[in-house]
């Protein structure tokens, strides 16, 4: 076999992902996603993950209570997560109190338009995925044009959701404060 040629599309994905920056990235925001699921109903309706960057996870409490008593199980939460993931990609948590996103009650969903899945793409910003996708290879190319795809109608719906452009990277993210988590992190 030919050690130039990957074995597998998902190794050359992930290699294309790690050229390109993105690998690490995609793994924190998975890893916030299984949060809800990780934690359980009760912590998750009192803490949520507001940003992950460098291993350290950001996470919102309803009130430092909250916060105090998440941080006694600071290490069983990051164990348990880094299970679900398969690899040792949380190193720490850090809990503050403020305002939790608001989330829709159990069995009503929010009315706010369209999911991110069903955004529709205009034929610009198809184009502009369709050439990134091409310089991947003919191996990589599908797969790298469903990750763009996915990540521009996440960003198209997010807008129309009203998310706030940070006014130093240009990032989008919730809430009113003109300064997106990461780069208040990076202040600190």
Request: charged content about 30%; aromatic content about 6%; glycine content about 10%.
């Amino acid at each position: 076999m030919n050690p130039k040629i990957p074995e597998n599309m998902g190794g050359l994905l992930s290699r294309i992902l790690d050229t390109m920056g993105l690998g690490a990235r995609l793994r924190e925001f998975e890893l916030m996603s299984l949060w809800d699921e990780v934690v359980g109903e009760q912590l998750s309706g009192a803490a949520q993950p507001e940003f992950i960057k460098g291993g350290r996870m950001f996470v919102v409490t309803k009130n430092s209570v909250w916060s105090n008593e998440l941080n006694l199980y600071k290490g069983d939460i990051i164990s348990r997560l880094n299970k679900r993931m398969g690899a040792e990609i949380l190193k720490d948590i850090i809990f503050k109190a403020g305002q939790l996103p608001k989330k829709a009650l159990p069995g009503k969903e929010e009315q706010k338009g369209p999911s991110p899945k069903e955004i529709i793409l205009s034929e610009e910003e198809l184009q502009e995925i369709e050439e990134t996708a091409s310089k991947a290879g003919p191996d990589a190319g599908e797969d790298v044009k469903r990750l763009l795809t996915a990540s521009a109608k996440l960003e198209k719906w997010k807008r129309k959701a009203g998310w706030t452009p940070c006014i130093k990277c240009g990032g989008l993210h919730r809430g009113e404060n003109s300064i997106c988590p990461f780069c208040r992190a990076g202040e600190k």
